[in-house]
């Protein structure tokens, strides 16, 4: 069955990829450290100037900054189900168990709607619960939301990286689910893939 079926712009294929475009596609398989490019970078393939902002985004969240990536990854995999996005929480639950998140976490984020039903400690969850209200209702966040995190031992730098991480996944969620891509976690080709046998190994590999 063709997973991509119901998805409604065009998805050029690696093997025709010219040009400017190939050059795009080798950047987003050394920026995941994946062997293929994924969908959801593929869906702008009929626009590579959008596909070169979705890289810079992508690699500025997961490839630089101060906050550990199994946080980011984590942060990632709960707004795509808060957002209700197979697709994105497949994916990046593959990508949490890889740099060190356990399976339980991951069988949690699927199962559970809210971060005070996730098996994480009262600081990640007031993380969790911040970037939260950042999707439902981003207006509504106060200077008392803010100090709450600050208490709670997040710096100032770390919340940014996280409410860029959230915001940056707020768009990639309505751009996967508005175009066809997000119905289905068997659609991320990421998430069929099998776990590293030492993902603490890949994880420190994928950081040097």
């Given at each position: 069955?063709?997973?991509?079926?119901?998805?409604?712009?065009?998805?050029?294929?690696?093997?025709?990829?010219?040009?400017?475009?190939?050059?795009?596609?080798?950047?987003?398989?050394?920026?995941?450290?994946?062997?293929?490019?994924?969908?959801?970078?593929?869906?702008?393939?009929?626009?590579?100037?959008?596909?070169?902002?979705?890289?810079a985004g992508y690699n500025?969240?997961?490839?630089?900054?101060?906050?550990?990536?199994?946080?980011?990854?984590?942060?990632?995999?709960?707004?795509?189900?808060?957002?209700?996005?197979?697709?994105?929480?497949?994916?990046?639950?593959?990508?949490?168990?890889?740099?060190?998140?356990?399976?339980?976490?991951?069988?949690?984020?699927?199962?559970?709607?809210?971060?005070?039903?996730?098996?994480?400690?009262?600081?990640?969850?007031?993380?969790?619960?911040?970037?939260?209200?950042?999707?439902?209702?981003?207006?509504?966040?106060?200077?008392?939301?803010?100090?709450?995190?600050?208490?709670?031992?997040?710096?100032?730098?770390?919340?940014?990286?996280?409410?860029?991480?959230?915001?940056?996944?707020?768009?990639?969620?309505?751009?996967?689910?508005?175009?066809?891509?997000?119905?289905?976690?068997?659609?991320?080709?990421?998430?069929?893939?099998?776990?590293?046998?030492?993902?603490?190994?890949?994880?420190?590999?994928?950081?040097?």
């Amino acid at each position: 069955m063709d997973v991509n079926s119901g998805v409604r712009v065009p998805l050029i294929d690696e093997a025709d990829a010219t040009g400017h475009l190939a050059e795009l596609y080798e950047r987003a398989k050394k920026v995941t450290s994946l062997d293929f490019v994924p969908d959801m970078f593929r869906l702008v393939s009929s626009k590579p100037e959008l596909l070169e902002t979705m890289l810079a985004g992508y690699n500025g969240v997961f490839n630089h900054g101060n906050l550990p990536r199994q946080t980011r990854e984590l942060i990632s995999a709960w707004t795509s189900k808060v957002n209700q996005c197979p697709y994105c929480v497949g994916t990046h639950n593959f990508f949490l168990q890889v740099f060190g998140g356990s399976e339980e976490l991951a069988h949690a984020i699927e199962a559970s709607d809210s971060p005070d039903d996730l098996p994480v400690d009262e600081r990640t969850r007031v993380l969790l619960r911040l970037v939260t209200k950042l999707s439902h209702s981003a207006y509504r966040i106060t200077d008392e939301d803010w100090q709450v995190a600050l208490d709670a031992g997040w710096s100032t730098d770390e919340l940014l990286e996280a409410f860029f991480c959230a915001a940056l996944f707020n768009f990639i969620t309505r751009l996967v689910d508005g175009l066809g891509l997000g119905t289905t976690v068997t659609q991320s080709r990421i998430s069929q893939q099998e776990l590293p046998d030492d993902s603490s190994s890949t994880a420190a590999a994928a950081a040097d």
